[in-house]
């Protein structure tokens, strides 16, 4: 999601159609525009890179075969199914819209909260690392971030809104407050992206390479591998270690992300809900009050003032080289 312009491309095609209800979502669309997103960015990532033969045309495979999907529950509901034994996610808890952000009870799942991404066949022997479970834990993450980065876009919409009111000056004062926690909110989401991307999944990516490409794992939990080396010395990896380093990766990952403590789950639910309850209201503050309406009336006001003012200036200026040819024709 942060490498690359794939979800910029993607949610300024889809974002619309997203917003529906499931019932409502065109799928087809979907498909569609994602196809038309990954290609290009999944390309230019591959080129990139120094990948061998083989290799490429895995990547390009595989990309190729990445298909848009709908899941028929929630991202707090899977949750819920996944630590059912540790009581879950409470759904039913006081003065609190935590539900809302990840399909409310009252309402049905829209295309953002649904939306995770599949392939539509697995290659072999790729299909022995990305097994069922594996796939489910990629959908997990990817549902997760892909929310969050939803959730900053809408912030940064808000932002857009905020600088053209600074532009009145009898509504800056009035809302500065709303500036104020709106910086914040932003400040927030973005450091959590950051948070997610380059100090979980990106040192965590790395880890598990290096140990791959080692055969090697440290000692304690802090690893990825372990060491394969038999009575001989050989250092032959077998698919139960690449396995096991996978499945590690996978753990830590969603460990790191908050997805595997519905305390934190709950309390980071509740706040992205504020931020995108925040940030619809001051969509709407924006369209009943016409403020960019406004805005561009008195635009083009002084756009019109200022023709207005080059057009007397210009006949001025015409009228005394007018009135200097002919005294210079009378002498």
């Not at 399909?103 to 649904?114: D, H, Y």
């Not at 489910?136 to 809408?154: A, D, G, I, P």
């Not at 140990?211 to 139960?240: L, P």
Request: net charge neutral.
């Amino acid at each position: 999601l942060d490498q690359g312009d794939f979800f910029v491309h993607f949610l300024d095609m889809a974002e619309t159609e997203l917003l529906k209800e499931m019932t409502e979502v065109s799928r087809g669309r979907v498909q569609n525009w994602l196809s038309m997103s990954v290609q290009p960015s999944g390309g230019g990532a591959i080129r990139a890179s120094n990948l061998t033969g083989e290799t490429f045309s895995m990547e390009r495979y595989m990309a190729s075969s990445l298909q848009a999907s709908f899941a028929t529950e929630s991202l707090v509901d899977r949750l819920d199914d996944l630590y059912a034994t540790s009581g879950g996610i409470r759904t039913q808890e006081a003065r609190t819209p935590s539900r809302h952000l990840y399909g409310a009870m009252n309402r049905g799942l829209t295309g953002i909260e649904a939306l995770t991404l599949d392939f539509q066949y697995v290659p072999f022997p790729v299909s022995l690392i990305l097994s069922h479970r594996a796939v489910s834990s990629y959908q997990l993450l990817f549902r997760h971030l892909f929310f969050v980065k939803h959730v900053e876009r809408r912030l940064v919409g808000t932002w857009l809104d905020h600088q053209s009111m600074k532009e009145f000056q009898s509504l800056r004062k009035s809302l500065c407050p709303t500036f104020g926690l709106r910086q914040r909110m932003l400040h927030f989401i973005q450091n959590l992206v950051y948070y997610m991307m380059f100090e979980v999944i990106e040192p965590n990516w790395q880890m598990m390479e290096n140990s791959i490409s080692s055969g090697k794992k440290k000692s304690g939990n802090s690893g990825f591998g372990f060491s394969t080396a038999d009575d001989e010395g050989n250092n032959d990896q077998t698919v139960d270690d690449i396995l096991s380093m996978h499945n590690e990766f996978l753990r830590r990952t969603l460990k790191d992300c908050l997805l595997t403590n519905g305390d934190l789950i709950r309390t980071l639910t509740k706040l992205m809900t504020t931020c995108l309850l925040f940030s619809d209201q001051m969509n709407l503050f924006v369209e009943t009050t016409q403020i960019n309406e406004e805005r561009d009336r008195i635009a083009k006001e002084e756009r019109h003032k200022r023709q207005q003012n080059i057009t007397i200036v210009s006949k001025r200026s015409r009228l005394r080289k007018t009135a200097k040819a002919e005294a210079a024709a009378r002498k």
